[in-house]
């Protein structure tokens, strides 16, 4: 759509205004010119601007928007403080946005362009839009930034407690496995342990025999042989016993191991989707921000 200064641009090509007569006359002329122009680019822009064109005191043309009407009467004049009157005392373009929507329902934006004649000011040109759809996406915008801070921050906090759960993993991983070697060590130790019971109760066997053998000499060394016997019976049934145990240990590190793999695994999975997520996130973020300055009004 082109801009307030290209239509007035245009609209001074079409008058020719290379007119000898009086100055007076000759602003008429031209404002003239300019509010015949005005209702066809009106309807060639589909009516999406409010027009309103003054001369030094008055408004000589007003058509409303589809969306705006100011009931701005023929030869009503120009209001003072307002963006037109502004224009015309500073002989400046005067931009304003108006939030408040009490008035007209929507807020909007208003353009007076001063209108110069070979340096001369005759008038203005006032074109005023709604932008309440601009407003509408800046806050969108404003929300989706603010919600995407927020599950930023909390897929952050995720991503480290993944981190660290995935840390105490590994060192969980790494004592289980430290145990299972200890398990095995201490399966060593047992396993010597009863092969001394074994040969500890055939030595004892042997003494027996030989006790009995000696005859009544050999008596009182009949009783220590038996005590070897018992204690190498006790031994065995101490190291059956830790046998067991250590069994069903192990068995309990085997199954601790087989679950930590499979949580370091999920561990793993879980700090990639998330990564994944906050890498979507950003791309959402980024996303706020492009809208946010398609929205923004200069």
Known sequence: MPCIEELASKSRIVVGIKLHQKSGVYMSTYLKTLCTI????????????????????KFIFYSASKHLDFKIKHHEPVKPGSGTMRALETSQKVVANITDTTLYGVPYTVTSLPIHDQGELVGCLTAIRPVEKENQ???????????????KHTMDTI??????????????NESARVSNDSVKRTTEIVSTISQLSNQTKILGLNANIEAARAGEAGRGFVVVAKEIQRLADDSGNSTRRINDFIGELGKNVQTINKEIEELSSFSKETTSTIQQMTDMVNELQTMSTDLHKLAKID
Not at 41 to 56: C, K, M, P, V
Not at 162 to 172: C, G, L
């Open 137 to 151: 996406m800046k806050d969108m915008a404003a929300r989706l930034s603010t919600a995407m801070e927020q599950m």
């Open 38 to 57: 005005f209702p066809i680019i009106q309807e060639a822009t589909g009516h999406e601007y409010l027009i309103a064109i003054s001369d030094l005191e």
């Open 159 to 172: 991503y480290s407690m993944s981190e660290q759960v995935s840390t105490s993993t590994e060192r969980i």
